[in-house]
């Protein structure tokens, strides 16, 4: 298994091309199985074992796939499959996405029912919920869901929750159905805007994506199109974080700001400089960070895939600051890490509360998730002394050539094989 020897304690310093978003990515590969044309989506950031799963997912599903450079195509020969492996969706959870355009294209799914992850329970029940809203019956089976209708009604659908999935889920079945499909309490993050994007490539009218009110009107028969896939706001914020625990000055090619502005703001108030300029976003840090207190929400809130990378900084703070998790019940595994580090965190239900140290220390330590893994990335870079961070793997499924990137930004850091 690979494992990162982080020498830290060197300011990053340079400037770093921000890839495009796996969270947006993801869906909008999936939507291509809403029509057998060629579909073209570029800047996908394929190197991420979670596009090469979702990849694998669409190939299993009968989908013909090319991929070239950042660009992937599909398309399909012969017939396409309803039932989606475990084997892929007990390794990427986003792979039940594929149930609502299987389901509006052919009238039945099978879907394994993805289990609980490091980070939560995350269960799909509003995924199911607004399935049988739009007039499908469930049944469970041996671990599997299986949706049946044969004919979607458009209609009216609540969320009793944003939920990014639901969202896109209902949003891609409702793309398929004629008729117009409200979504009340939709999840608002600019990857649910980037599929209305797509989906309206493809034929599909979609209103007031970026709002929690959106409306589509579907098409029987919707084309193959070309898209270009935003840049990934978590890797941009992720990058800006590891700049700022380094003390350095980095310059994050291709990154939106209007993306990241909870986070923007929240690194000003704790003295960082940020700097929106063209065609990316610029950081520069000098010294502790004072304290600033933080709640994770749905977009347009600080993003809870930012929450852990955010109390690795918080761990060097000059004082006590308050981080409350609110998306997710189980998303502090990387304190206990931090802690090794000489962090000082105290962990109770759904808050943290970190008492910042002038300086972190070098470990071994070890990722549970993918922002966990992010978030001892930007703490090793930091600290001083050598970080042995195993589970790379984790790191792999989010942050495209990670160790290439942030060595071009003059970290020491190179990747073993033990
Ligand atoms: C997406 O996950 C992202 N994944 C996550 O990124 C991100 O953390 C999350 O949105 C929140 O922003 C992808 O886009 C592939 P949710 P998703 O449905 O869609 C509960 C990363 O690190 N919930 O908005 O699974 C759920 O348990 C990943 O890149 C239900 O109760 O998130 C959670 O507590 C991790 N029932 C909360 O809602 C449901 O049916 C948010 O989940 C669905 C969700």
């Known amino acids: 298994m690979d494992q990162f020897i982080i020498d830290g304690g060197r300011p990053l310093r340079g400037s770093v091309a921000i890839s495009g978003s796996k969270n947006a990515a993801l869906p909008i590969l999936i939507a291509t199985l809403l029509t057998d044309e060629s579909c073209v989506v570029e800047n996908v950031p394929v190197k ?41 969706v007990k390794q990427m959870r986003a792979s039940v996405l594929a149930a609502g355009p299987l389901l509006a294209r052919f009238g039945l799914v099978r879907v394994p029912i993805p289990g609980g992850c490091a980070i939560g ?15 499908a019956r469930r049944i469970a089976d041996h671990g599997d869901v299986i949706l049946s209708a044969p004919a979607l009604k458009p209609g009216p659908l609540k969320l009793k929750f944003p939920s990014v999935g639901a969202t896109e889920n209902l949003m891609m079945a409702a793309a398929a159905l004629p008729g117009a499909t409200t979504i009340e309490n939709a999840a608002r993050e600019p990857e649910i805007a980037d599929l209305a994007r797509f989906l309206e490539r493809m034929g599909a009218q979609v209103r007031g994506a970026g709002s929690s009110r959106v409306s589509i009107r579907g098409s029987l028969k919707l084309s193959g199109c070309r898209h270009r896939v935003i840049p990934d706001r978590i890797e941009a914020g992720t990058f800006m974080l590891a700049a700022a625990a380094s003390q350095g000055h980095v310059r994050l090619e291709g ?48 993003p809870t895939d930012l929450q852990a990378p955010w109390m690795a900084w918080m761990c060097l703070a000059q004082g006590k600051a308050r981080i409350r998790e609110e998306v997710f019940e189980n998303r502090f595994l990387h304190a206990a890490e931090l802690a090794r580090m000489g962090a000082r965190i105290g962990v109770g239900g759904h808050d943290a509360v970190t008492e910042g140290v002038e300086a972190l220390n070098g470990a071994p330590i070890m990722a549970s998730d993918i922002r966990a893994g992010a978030a001892l990335l930007v703490a090793a870079l930091a600290a001083s002394g050598r970080t042995v961070l195993q589970r790379v793997y984790h790191i792999d499924r989010g942050y495209e050539k990670v160790e290439q990137k942030l060595r071009r930004l003059g970290a020491s850091l190179r990747r073993v094989n033990r």
Request: glycine share 10%; charged share 25%; hydrophobic share 35%.
């Open 121 to 135: 329970l995350r269960p799909i029940d509003i995924h199911l919920r607004g399935f049988d809203d739009l007039g």
């Open 255 to 302: 990154a939106e700001p209007a993306h990241l502005q909870a986070v923007i703001r929240c690194m000003r108030q704790a003295g960082a400089k940020l700097d929106p300029c063209r065609g990316g976003i610029e950081v520069s840090m000098s010294g502790r960070p004072r304290p600033v207190s933080i709640k994770t929400a749905p977009y347009p809130g600080f």
């Open 48 to 88: 991420l074992r979670d596009i090469k799963t979702t990849i694998r997912l669409l190939e299993s599903l009968g989908k013909r796939v090319e991929v070239s450079g950042q660009t992937v195509r599909t398309w399909t020969h012969g017939s396409l499959k309803t039932q989606a492996p475990y084997e892929l």
